[in-house]
Every structure is written in structure tokens, then in C-alpha cells.
């Protein structure tokens, strides 16, 4: 694979590079310091994935993939962002325009030059591992928290249900690369109030979520929450895990609230969808709706099980509409799902459920 690094600080690109340096399949091609040069270099050979600065002198990062897109190249978009609101609203300007992935930028002002990279290389390796050829989907290595899912019938084949038929209690979400987009998509479709609690795990750092569920509530018109621990749940509410955070339903009699926590990683992420898929299964049974959307990994496979299991609904999304198969493909390979649907479909779908 490719890679061109784009960024006008000198250390980041030194940064950037150099995690990437080692890694088997991957060669760093250039390097650029803003948006201008690095379309002129795309235009010149063959790049399969560019890391993005979002601000850069003479073009900067939404400009750059805005004519990336104008220009029909092919390469992948991968969008360092700094840990900031207006930061994170770049961000998702920058995927709503077409990036495939965003990376939190670390403060050069708080962390070391060692530091650093180290960070950059844990965020930014298995983002492009994802898209190298032939691994889609890529496995990532099952980290447990002490925390005990619950148990799996073994042997046990859940049956595909008529979702049309199926008329569940809540919904829960998971998405992951491509996720944000996916989500604005199927959201700024609904446009009607609900009558259920829709929860949702995105994998995105701390501060992104918070704008991402800001701008699903201006897009839906459905109020969309960034969950805070002991959080009460309310049908007609969309809750979204923070970033850094695990978020699982508990129940008190007939209230339900959300649970937030820094449990070890599961699936190498936190928040991990299977940790929520598993406890709104315990409460709702046969009566949730699963949704995993496009993400690589395996988050939300459990989950899926467990939900597949009690009885419950699950979707995937369709291949052909995911930037990423490797949740959904997961969820598909243990055949553990009622129905796969393209993002037109699954709004369709949510609309006729919660209205």
C-alpha cells in the first residue's frame, strides 16, 4: 500500500511516517505540507491512502478531500483531528464529505515526541490495515474486560425472523469506520418523532461523540444525547456512548438508566457495542433490535449472538454500501443476523418500527 502523509507540521509528518515505517506491506511514497501539493502528487502516480491534516495553509484537509472527490481519485481518506469541539466538527464535515476515517491528533503542547507516536501508531496502524488489500474486515485481537458476558447456548441456532413482522422495544446500534456518514445517512431520513430508545456505540474519541450526537439530533429532529453515567433512558431518546467509555443499560424496578465505565478494552476498543448489546439483551429479550453497521473488527458479534439468541432482531448492513464489512461480516459469518439491508433500507425499516 501507498501512502502519501499530508500535514504542514513538519513533526507530525516525521510522526506519521515513521509509525508507519515498519509496518509489513506499506511504503511511504512522500510527504506534503498542504492540500495543494498533495493533489498535485495524486494526480502525478498511483496512491492508494493519504493521512489528512484538517488545517494546513493554501488548501486545507476539507478542501483537499472536496477535490479529491471532484477529481474521481480513488485513494482512501484517512483525517487527523485535534481533540477539540471545533476540531471534532471538522471531523465530521470532513466524512460527511467523503474521508473513509478520522484519527485524533495528539497535543504536541501535553505529550512527548516519543509519546506521540506511540499514540499515532496504535490509532493509525490498524486503521490502515483495514484498508490494505485482500483485508477487509481484518480480526483484531479479543481483549476481555473482568467484566463477564453473559453466557452463550452452545449449539444453540437462533432462527431468522420476518422482521416485518417484529415489532421490538428498543434499539441498539454499532458502527465503527464509515460509522458517522452511515449513521447521518439513516438518521437524516427519519424525520418523525419515536416512540422507542434508540442506544448507539460509535468508536470515536472522547469529544467527537459529543458532536456527532449533536448533529444526529439536528438532522432527525429525534433529541440525541452524549451519555453521562446514571443517565435515565427514555423512549423517544437517542443515546450515544462517549468516547473513551463503555456504556451498558441497568434497570431499577421500571426505570432503566445507562452505565458508564473504564473497563479494560474489549475488542481492542472502548466504548465496545458488545458490552451494550449484552445487557439491553438481559432486559429486553426477544423484544431489542440490533443494528452493526459498517466497522472493521469484530465489536458486536457477541452481542449479536446473545441478542440472535434471546430471541431478538439483528440487521447488518449490506457490503456493498459498508467502507468497511468487517463488523457486519462478522455478525454474517456466525449467521447470527434476519436481514442484511443498504442504509435507504435499514431507515426505512426504523421508521416503520419506531413512529
Known amino acids: 500500500m501507498k501512502i502519501l502523509v499530508v500535514d504542514d507540521s513538519i513533526v507530525f509528518r516525521s510522526q506519521i511516517s515513521a509509525s508507519l515505517s515498519g509496518v509489513e506491506g506499506i511504503e511511504i511514497v512522500g510527504t506534503a505540507s498542504n492540500g495543494k501539493i498533495a493533489v498535485a502528487k495524486l494526480q502525478q502516480q498511483q496512491i492508494d491512502l493519504i493521512t489528512l491534516d484538517m488545517e494546513m495553509p493554501e488548501m486545507n484537509g476539507l478542501q483537499t478531500i472536496k477535490e479529491i472527490k471532484r477529481l474521481q481519485l480513488k485513494t482512501k481518506i484517512i483525517v487527523f483531528s485535534s481533540q477539540t469541539i471545533r476540531g471534532a466538527e471538522s471531523a465530521l464535515e470532513a466524512l460527511a464529505a467523503g474521508a473513509d476515517d478520522v484519527v485524533a491528533k495528539p497535543s504536541s503542547e501535553d505529550i512527548n515526541f516519543d509519546k506521540a507516536q506511540k ?12 484498508f490494505m488489500r485482500g483485508t477487509l474486515g481484518v480480526s483484531r485481537p479479543v481483549i476481555r474486560s473482568e467484566s463477564k458476558p453473559p453466557a452463550i447456548k452452545t449449539g444453540f441456532f437462533a432462527k431468522k425472523k420476518n422482521l416485518h413482522l417484529f415489532m421490538p422495544k428498543a434499539i441498539v446500534i454499532a458502527s465503527s469506520t464509515g460509522g458517522p456518514s452511515a449513521l447521518e445517512s439513516i438518521f437524516s431520513q427519519l424525520k418523525c418523532t419515536s416512540k422507542l430508545p434508540i442506544l448507539i456505540v460509535q468508536h470515536m474519541p472522547p469529544v467527537f461523540t459529543q458532536i456527532l450526537a449533536k448533529r444526529i439530533g439536528e438532522i432527525s429532529g429525534i433529541p440525541t444525547h452524549e451519555a453521562t453515567h446514571n443517565m435515565p433512558v427514555e423512549a423517544g431518546h437517542v443515546y450515544i456512548a462517549p468516547g473513551g467509555f463503555h456504556m451498558v443499560l441497568a434497570q431499577d424496578g421500571s426505570k432503566l438508566f445507562l452505565k458508564l465505565n473504564e473497563d479494560e478494552l474489549r475488542n481492542s476498543v472502548r466504548p465496545a457495542a458488545d458490552f451494550l448489546f449484552e445487557s439491553a439483551g438481559q432486559i429486553y429479550k426477544h423484544q431489542l433490535l440490533g443494528i452493526v453497521l459498517t466497522g472493521m473488527g469484530e465489536d458486536g458479534a457477541a452481542g449479536a449472538k446473545y441478542i440472535h439468541q434471546e430471541g431478538g432482531g439483528i440487521i447488518i448492513q449490506d457490503k456493498e454500501s459498508c467502507v468497511v464489512f468487517g463488523m457486519p461480516g462478522a455478525v454474517f459469518v456466525n449467521d447470527d443476523y ?6 435507504t433500507e435499514i431507515a426505512e425499516y426504523l421508521r416503520s418500527v419506531i413512529a
Open 119 to 130: 499514540m499515532i501508531e496504535e490509532a493509525l496502524v490498524p486503521r490502515v490495515q483495514q
Open 338 to 343: 434476519d436481514d442484511i439491508m443498504n442504509l
